[in-house]
């Protein structure tokens, strides 16, 4: 147990705030005593995995949970591989084993930042593939209940960057483990971008690869510029909108996202407002990747909310389109921050 605990290293975007208490906890039993402790339940309590999907917008009021609950076991059926993995485990690191092991299918997924346990709460994806196509469960410790839940991957409502633990289960659900199966008929997922050159006959290393490439290319190091990756979703608009800014700007990217609607790359429309580079003071849009908004030095949470706001305003003006951010932005008791 930390009291006063700063957080920068705590998650990626490295700004300096407080934290009234912090604790690592190693096992669901460890999770438990965090909840059961009488000086502890009335404090607002924040679950953090790799901090790489967060900004802190002043110092946290609370008691936030480190979790680093480790485990991979895996056992086969007849058409699949299943894992079972704890939620403290580096997601990278389990895409990387998986392969090692001979059991492909995450490799779309490849250098996504964070835990296992973030991973179902996001609904993680890229390059056409999401959590949700793997998903069989996710085990969580309910903290109502006292105990540990198992949710079928279809109750888990999974939707773009969505699922019912940011909605109905928000607070209660804490991410234990998570289930995949990954099926032994491998086929590749190339429709995305620069993947489509690797045709069919491509090997589940060279897409690990070329998605690793891709990625590194595209998104800063934490370790060398604070930033939580992607920091706003791709919105998904309705076609008449679309094709009215298509007359205008033809050249616009875009992915069919279900019947009558269109899904347009956040970071292109980021970048066609002319904001890369754009800053107020050390928050400032990437110059490579729009999409991420970066800490140059010593950038505070009010620097970086007021560069998004900036961002959202312009782009809704230019494009009649409201980005969503899709980095959880947090008060100082855990709420919505933004």
Known sequence: ??????????????????????????????????????????LPKLVVGGGSNLLFTEDFNGLVILNRIKERTVSESSGCFRLHLGAGEGWHEVVAWSLEQGMPGLENLALIPGTVGAAPVQNIGAYGVELADFCE??????????????????????????????????????????????????????????????GEEAAPSAIFEAVCQIRSSKLPDPEQLGNAG????????????FERIQRSHPEIPSYP??????????????????????????????????????????????????LARHVVATVEARYGIELEPEVRILDGQGGAGW
């Not at 957080?7 to 208490?21: D, K, M, N, Q, Y």
């Not at 109750?155 to 607070?171: N, P, V």
């Open 137 to 198: 469960y996710v085990d969580y410790w309910d903290c109502e209940l006292g105990k540990v839940v198992r949710l079928p991957a279809a109750e888990c409502h999974f939707g773009y960057r969505e699922s019912i633990f940011k909605g109905a289960l928000k607070g209660r659900a804490v991410v234990v483990a998570v289930g995949l199966a990954l099926p032994k008929a491998w086929s590749p997922k190339l429709g995305y971008g620069p993947l489509a050159q690797l």
């Open 1 to 42: 147990m930390t009291f006063d605990a700063n957080l920068a290293e705590h998650h990626t975007f490295g700004v300096s705030v407080c934290s009234r208490a912090l604790v690592v906890v190693d096992s669901v039993d460890s999770l438990a005593r965090c909840y059961r402790n009488e000086e502890w339940q009335s």
């Open 230 to 241: 992607s920091f706003f979703k791709n919105p998904v608009i309705d076609a008449v909108l």
């Open 257 to 306: 996202a279900g019947p009558g609607e269109m899904k347009v790359p956040a970071g292109w429309l980021i970048d066609q407002a002319g904001l890369k580079g754009y800053q107020v003071g050390d928050a400032a849009v990437h110059t490579e990747q729009a999409l991420v908004l970066v800490n140059r030095d010593k950038a505070t949470a009010e620097e970086i909310t007021t």
